[in-house]
T-cell receptor
Framework: GAVVSQHPSRVICKSGTSVKIECRSLDFQATTMFWYRQFPKQSLMLMAT?????????EQGVEKDKFLINHASLTLSTLTVTSAHPEDSSFYICSARYGGLNTEAFFGQGTRLTVV | AQSVTQLDSHVSVSEGTPVLLRCNYSSSYSPSLFWYVQHPNKGLQLLLK??????LVKGINGFEAEFKKSETSFHLTKPSAHMSDAAEYFCVVIRTDTGRRALTFGSGTRLQVQP
């Protein structure tokens, strides 16, 4: 149980275009979803937290107009990278949690975004 | 605010020898701590978690960790390394200062297993 599916696993896009990444909890309803970014050989940095039906809470330094997060249902959250630039190239990982506030989160497989 | 420090960026062991990955935490009260493993270009898998129950926590694949409040440590150990253990390991704490309960990651430790 507790499977999180992230799609696509890899995407290449041209500068200036937008890319949407989906994160789905397959067998549970996620009370909270998180989006992380990971640069090569570095740790995961939290970008934003979203709860179903409400606006996402962004971490300091993350541009909310560039990284649009929609949490339309208890099983789906999307991250859209708008007007992508090469510096947005990175590994993006979503995670989802159900149950109590101090429980673990389950992670998607990640999306490798390359902007050319 | 809660945070974790992984003391080693790289650890190299021989197959069949013990593994020790070190993690210290900073928290004003009893934290919720986790160890996750990440294989190359993959998502993260939970190895084990501590949530104020038993201080010695057993996880998957033979890993275990001991919560030591006096030392503010949560080191990950395994008696005998296997080649498949080679990966990146993250010590993680739940961040409670903002109310969002996001997971805060340590910088990671890359484990190499030599044949």
């Amino acid at each position: 149980g507790a499977v999180v599916s992230q799609h696509p696993s890899r995407v290449i896009c041209k500068s200036g275009t937008s890319v949407k990444i989906e994160c789905r909890s397959l067998d549970f309803q996620a009370t909270t979803m998180f989006w992380y970014r990971q640069f090569p050989k570095q740790s995961l940095m939290l970008m934003a937290t979203s709860n179903e039906g409400s606006k996402a809470t962004y971490e300091q330094g993350v541009e909310k107009d560039k990284f649009l997060i929609n949490h339309a249902s208890l099983t789906l959250s999307t991250l859209t990278v708008t007007s992508a630039h090469p510096e947005d190239s990175s590994f993006y990982i979503c995670s989802a949690r159900y149950g109590g506030l101090n429980t673990e989160a389950f992670f998607g497989q990640g999306t490798r975004l390359t902007v050319v | 605010a809660q945070s974790v420090t992984q003391l080693d960026s790289h650890v190299s062991v021989s197959e069949g020898t013990p593994v020790l990955l070190r993690c210290n935490y900073s928290s004003s009260y009893s934290p919720s701590l986790f160890w996750y493993v990440q294989h190359p270009n993959k998502g993260l898998q939970l190895l084990l978690k501590y949530t104020s129950a038993a201080t010695l926590v057993k996880g998957i694949n033979g890993f275990e960790a001991e919560f030591k409040k006096s030392e503010t440590s949560f080191h990950l150990t395994k008696p005998s390394a296997h080649m498949s253990d080679a990966a990146e390991y993250f010590c993680v704490v739940i961040r409670t200062d903002t109310g969002r309960r996001a997971l805060t990651f340590g910088s990671g430790t890359r484990l190499q297993v030599q044949p």
